[in-house]
């Protein structure tokens, strides 16, 4: 494994991780060979899979990887909202479209009813 690879090996202890042969595109190389890896986190439920590499080992690392950025973004709790207000010139600005629409159609009113 990659150094730096502590946390991911404490993640693999609660993993339950399965070598498989994977299909599609690849021939003989993927077809013959338990290349693709996935892996299953217990405690959370989380199913990753890797099939991009021919090297078992590699797919490994790679699912434990998304295990873990899959964790990661669980965890992150969302910074809150804040309400806001509209500003003073804002509301003016609504207000003063407004009148103008209202107008308009005051003075539609007043030639039709002629």
Request: proline residues 8%; charged residues 35%.
């Given at each position: 494994?990659?150094?730096?690879?502590?946390e991911l090996e404490r993640i693999a202890r609660d993993c339950d991780i399965t070598a498989y042969r994977s299909s599609g595109p690849g021939g003989q190389k993927k077809?013959?060979?338990f290349s693709s890896v996935r892996v299953r986190h217990r405690p959370s439920g989380i199913?990753?899979?890797a099939t991009e590499s021919r090297s078992q080992s590699?797919?490994?690392i790679?699912?434990?990887?998304r295990i873990r950025d899959?964790?990661?973004r669980r965890a992150r709790k969302p910074t809150p909202r804040v309400a806001t207000?509209?500003?003073?010139a804002a509301v003016a600005r609504r207000l003063a479209a407004k009148r103008r629409a209202a107008d308009l159609k005051r003075a539609r009113r007043e030639v039709a009813d002629d």
């Open positions: 494994m990659k150094p730096g690879t502590g077809n013959k060979t199913v990753r899979i590699r797919n490994r790679r699912a434990l990887e899959e964790l990661a207000r509209p500003s003073v």
